[in-house]
T-cell receptor, first 110, second 117 residues
Framework: SQELEQSPQSLIVQEGKNLTINCTSS?????LYWYKQKYGEGLIFLMM?????EEKSHEKITAKLDEKKQQSSLHITASQPSHAGIYLC??????????FGTGTRLQVTL | DTGVSQDPRHKITKRGQNVTFRCDPI?????LYWYRQTLGQGPEFLTY????????KSRLLSDRFSAERPKGSFSTLEIQRTEQGDSAMYLC???????????????FGEGSRLTVL
């Protein structure tokens, strides 16, 4: 079965700083999703990547999928308190279901 | 609001009782998924439907769990004889799968949090 490892597990950054979260797969990624989750709430879709080398941006968040399609990164520029939460990567597996990593908990301090 | 909605948002029950959760997906979405999430973990797949057909069930879905999507629209997840280990957030997601975009973007609901005492 496919396993996703996220790093770091948790991150505390000062407002205005940049940060990167990584997601590494044990197998080739045929689709990689990034979600954000506030504590006790549902998942908010951020981006989906499918092609090797693909890069997508939305506001201050950029996600990339490497050429070998086994690693993805999520980069936040000039972090804000509104970016705080848990970031989850999910990989498309068999039968179109997603397998998720354990998440990266982000805190943004003032 | 045209997103995925789940009901109830919170449920506290005593061990041994039955509980049922409902999910209303985005109206044009043909796929509906159920996931379970425990504290500090990512969501774990339980089952999914393509229209009204249940196409896959995880081994996590014991015989006490049953899910339906009778008309290909809303879905219910029932847990019989609840156990303390069933305490978790139950998440529903939907997507529009097509030939060219097999999975599509999965949109999640706010979840139903179950606490079994």
């Amino acid at each position: 079965s496919q396993e996703l490892e996220q790093s770091p597990q948790s991150l505390i950054v000062q407002e205005g700083k940049n940060l990167t979260i990584n997601c590494t797969s044990s197998k080739t990624l045929y689709g990689l999703y990034w979600y954000k989750q506030k504590y006790g709430e549902g998942l908010i879709f951020l981006m989906m990547l499918q092609k090797g080398g693909e890069e997508k941006s939305h506001e201050k968040i950029t996600a990339k999928l490497d050429e070998k399609k086994q690693q993805s990164s999520l980069h936040i520029t000039a972090s804000q308190p509104s970016h705080a939460g848990i970031y989850l990567c999910g990989a498309v597996g068999t039968a179109s279901k997603l397998t998720f990593g354990t998440g990266t908990r982000l805190q943004v301090t003032l | 609001d045209t997103g995925v909605s789940q009901d109830p948002r919170h449920k506290i029950t005593k061990r041994g009782q039955n509980v049922t959760f409902r999910c209303d997906p985005i109206s044009e979405h043909n796929r509906l998924y159920w996931y379970r999430q425990t504290l500090g973990q990512g969501p774990e797949f339980l089952t999914y439907f393509q229209n009204e057909a249940q196409l896959e069930k995880s081994r996590l879905l014991s015989d006490r769990f049953s899910a339906e999507r009778p008309k290909g629209s809303f879905s219910t997840l029932e847990i019989q004889r609840t156990e303390q280990g069933d305490s978790a957030m139950y998440l529903c997601a939907s997507s529009l799968a097509t030939f060219y975009l097999n999975t599509g973007e999965l949109f999640f609901g706010e979840g139903s949090r179950l606490t079994v005492l």
